[in-house]
Each structure stands twice: as structure tokens, then as C-alpha cells.
């Protein structure tokens, strides 16, 4: 069963434009990491936040701000001000403490376009 | 330079052949590693390692086998390539502890398996 779901495929904006990329994730543990990254059109992943299960509040980082809610187990992300340099594919991840590795199960992923 | 390498980082192979992909690090972590990425599906764990003797599988290991040569190298092989392995491969690393730090990813290796 999927983990986390990204129910936004695809997103377009006008620059300037807010916008909030959605983020639903399943656990049963009560330690939880989740995460943020972002895959630019060249490819790679940047890191752009973690967030641990006891700390709910929410975090303002430059445009980017992040709403973690677990009474509806979600962590929201939205860029304000939009610009054409958002445009990318957004992912977010969820690690369980008791998922042995550690590893990430990764949300399909949120194409934003972000037009002049 | 980077902290996390991948080479190569394109690579075109034919159906069958042995393939190896390799990582490096100079981040000092203890953990490594290997995802694929398709089109659509996000990032899927194939294998991970904790440290050189601690190797284990993750969701899709089916078809591919790693080794952990030193703490700063992880490499991917993938003994006889099929078409369905096309794929943007990535490596990541972590640092050790009893809790899921960051993970930080090398650049990618795109393959094509033809």
C-alpha cells in the first residue's frame, strides 16, 4: 500500500502565483520522519526539509513554508510568490523508525510548472 | 566537489549484459543507498547497507546484487540487464544513529537497457 500520496500530478502556475503541493502519508509508528526534496528538470535531488513526528510546528524557510498536521496526517508545502525557478518535481517522503533501514518511501511526486 | 558521486552517469546497455554502477562518498556516513527511478512511481528502495558487512534488501532487489567495499563505497550490479531496468538510479547516504537522519543523493545514473 502506498505510504504517501502526492494526489497532484501535475500543478501549473503563473509566476507569482501561490501554490500548495499536497502530502498525505499512513504510519502506524509514533516516530516518523518526513521529508521534502526537490527534482529540478537536471535531475538531481535537493533536500529541502525534515520534520520529525513530535515537532508540529510549522516552518517558514525564504517562499517556502511546510503545514504538518497529524490529526489529518498531513505535511503540506507551499511556495509563495512562485517562480519560474520553483519549476520542478516535488517529493515527499516519509521514514518509519520501525522500517528497518531507515529508508524512504517516496510519494509519486508533484510536476510544477511555473510559466512567466 | 560533490560529497556524493555516482559514475557513470549515463550509461546504454544491452539486454543481458553485467552492469555495475558506483558510489562514493566523502560525507563520512555510515549508510548507503541504492534506489531506482521510474517515471510516475517516485523512488523505490532496492538495497541498503549499514555498514561494509551489513548489506540488505529492500522493496525491489529482484535482479540486482550491491557490495559495500569500503564505508565510502556502495556499488549496484545488475548481472544480466533487461529492458525493464531502464531506469534513473540513485544513491544516497545517511549518517548512522538510532534515528532516520537526512539522506543525501548523488547525482543519478540514467540506463538504458535496450
Given at each position: 500500500a502506498q505510504k504517501v500520496t502526492q494526489a497532484q500530478t501535475e500543478i501549473s502556475v503563473v509566476e507569482k502565483e501561490d501554490v500548495t503541493l499536497d502530502c498525505v502519508y499512513e504510519t502506524r509508528d509514533t516516530t516518523y520522519y518526513l521529508f521534502w526534496y526537490k527534482q529540478p528538470p537536471s535531475g538531481e535531488l535537493v533536500f529541502l526539509i525534515r520534520r520529525n513526528s513530535f515537532d508540529e510546528q510549522n516552518e517558514i524557510s525564504g517562499r517556502y513554508s511546510w503545514n504538518f498536521q497529524k490529526s489529518t496526517s498531513s505535511f503540506n508545502f507551499t511556495i509563495t510568490a512562485s517562480q519560474v525557478v520553483d519549476s520542478a518535481v516535488y517529493f515527499c517522503a516519509l521514514s518509519e523508525n520501525?522500517?528497518?533501514?531507515?529508508a524512504l518511501n517516496f510519494g509519486k511526486g508533484t510536476s510544477l510548472l511555473v510559466t512567466p | 566537489d560533490a560529497d556524493v558521486t555516482q559514475t557513470p552517469r549515463n550509461r546504454i546497455t544491452k539486454t543481458g549484459k553485467r552492469i555495475m554502477l558506483e558510489c562514493s562518498q566523502t560525507?563520512?556516513?555510515?549508510r548507503m543507498y541504492w534506489y531506482r527511478q521510474d517515471p510516475g512511481l517516485g523512488l523505490r528502495l532496492i538495497y541498503y547497507s549499514f555498514d561494509v558487512k551489513d548489506i540488505n534488501k529492500g522493496e525491489i532487489s529482484d535482479g540486482y546484487s550491491v557490495s559495500r567495499?569500503?564505508?565510502a563505497k556502495f556499488s549496484l550490479s545488475l548481472e544480466s540487464a533487461i529492458p525493464n531496468q531502464t531506469a534513473l538510479y540513485f544513491c544516497a547516504t545517511s549518517s548512522g544513529g538510532f534515528v532516520t537522519d537526512t539522506q543525501y543523493f548523488g547525482p543519478g545514473t540514467r540506463l538504458t537497457v535496450l
Open positions: 520501525s522500517n528497518s533501514g531507515y | 560525507k563520512g556516513h555510515d567495499q569500503a564505508q
